[in-house]
């Protein structure tokens, strides 16, 4: 085997990380846009298991998801079709997407395509449920969900889209990075980038149609009365940018780390699309007011591929309110944040964060940096608990185990030491 220059290698998967454009084009059905997508699949978070291994909140998703798309006459009847296969469960990733908590996509929801013009590659999530702590990615499905959800899929998804083409494409980079400066670490926050979205849309909205007034006055009150609308389309940026940086033969560079009801796992540029699994991670929660720690769950997330490329706990200096919401001190978030620099190959020169000097956010995670230090990615979530719903915040690391087995097989793959 040809010897591989690993530093070489992952400078060029930062450098492309760091190079990536992504750009909002375009919002349509899972089943139009996702590659590869059927009427009779439901997408979920984490690396894909056997139905009988799905658990908890998410397994509750997924039936909801078959409830919601009418696969299924009622919670009995999706269980037996989902364990004959007639219904089939597949993971996110492995579609071009990814999913928040449970991550749930039936054929009909609307998902945002975003494109990284500097690649030519494709990101998709699909939209943010709303502010109420039942949701469907939640592990809840009941009559207000299912009503929510059509409310996003025939009103407001379909007033984003003609005003997204109206508009050619939306450029997010430019967002993403006034943001860092405004307060937002574009995963538990996004209070500030999506404003900015919404004053981006502004011109185009006022370009549709009159007869279309109310269904345009519902979408920008959607827009302005939540703070998370934009964390969606922060984690389609960040998966076609971490995709981007996929297939560098002999990088030890982390394109992806999400986790589903059983593990956590990571992905890596230089060993392609195969997933190396740890136990959960272990978390820092502060809950909402009524909850205990006990009722801490895990039911799937993928949105850690924004900490994948720098932002989300490797943007933590920039967004001290966090304390308010998931716990913790703005020394404590600064701490946590400059330790991210010694697992990274190096400072996004686009993502800066104005607390450090306008530093670079650390950007790359390297496998062996992670292993060699025992300094472990550090992720900002949203915590489920047991009955469905969010039950508070908080910030994880991510399992030593899983960079253990990963950096066994480099070394198969690749020799060294």
């Known amino acids: ?81 989902l364990t004959s296969g007639e219904i089939r469960v597949d993971g996110c990733h492995d579609y071009g997407c990814v999913g928040s908590l449970a991550g749930i996509y039936t054929a009909s929801m609307p998902v945002f395509v975003v494109e990284n013009r500097a690649h030519g590659n ?76 919404t004053r981006e849309l502004f011109p185009h909205l006022l370009r549709i149609d009159a007869a279309k007034k109310e269904a345009v006055a519902h979408t920008v009150q959607v827009l302005t009365e939540d703070h998370y609308f934009f964390l969606r389309l922060s984690m389609a940026a960040a998966k076609c940018t971490a995709d981007a940086a996929s297939g560098v033969e002999g990088s030890s560079v982390l394109t992806a780390m999400a986790f589903n009801c059983r593990n956590f796992a990571i992905r890596v540029s230089g060993l392609g699309d195969t997933w190396f699994t ?76 104005p607390y450090l000097g306008y530093r670079g956010t650390p950007t790359g995670i390297d496998l062996m940096r992670v292993v060699e230090t025992k300094i472990l990615p550090a992720i900002d979530i949203g915590i489920a608990g047991r009955d469905g719903g969010q039950i508070g915040a908080g910030v994880v690391r991510a399992p030593i185990e899983c960079f253990e087995a990963a950096l066994a097989a480099y070394r198969e793959r690749y020799g060294g030491d």
């Open 1 to 81: 085997m040809p010897s591989i220059d690993r530093n070489t290698a992952n400078d060029e998967a930062f450098k492309r990380m760091c190079a990536a454009d992504p750009v909002l084009t375009d919002i349509g059905s899972a089943l139009d846009v996702l590659p590869g997508m059927t009427k009779e699949t439901i997408l979920t978070s984490g690396p894909a298991l056997a139905w009988d291994d799905y658990e908890g909140g998410q397994r509750d998703a997924v039936i909801g998801g078959a409830l919601f798309e009418g696969l299924a006459a009622d919670r009995q009847d999706a269980e037996a079709k």
């Open 122 to 197: 494709t990101g998709y999530c699909n939209m943010y449920e709303g502010t109420n702590p039942r949701r469907l990615n939640y592990g809840v499905y009941d009559d207000d969900v299912r009503d929510r959800l059509l409310f996003l899929q025939e009103v407001v998804a379909p007033i984003i889209a003609e005003a997204i083409r109206i508009s050619g494409g939306i450029p997010l980079k430019s967002m993403m990075r006034r943001g860092l400066h405004m307060g937002d670490e574009l995963h538990s926050r996004s209070t500030a980038t999506s404003l900015l979205f």
């Open 278 to 353: 740890g136990p959960h991670a272990t978390i820092q929660a502060k809950l909402f007011d009524g909850h205990t720690e006990d009722e801490i769950t895990w039911m799937g997330g993928e949105s850690p591929i924004t900490e994948t490329i720098g932002l989300g706990g490797f943007a933590q200096a920039a967004a001290f309110a966090l304390q308010q919401y998931q716990g913790g001190s703005p020394d404590a978030m600064v701490e946590r944040n400059l330790e991210m620099y010694d697992i990274t190959v190096g400072e996004n020169p686009d993502y800066q964060l």
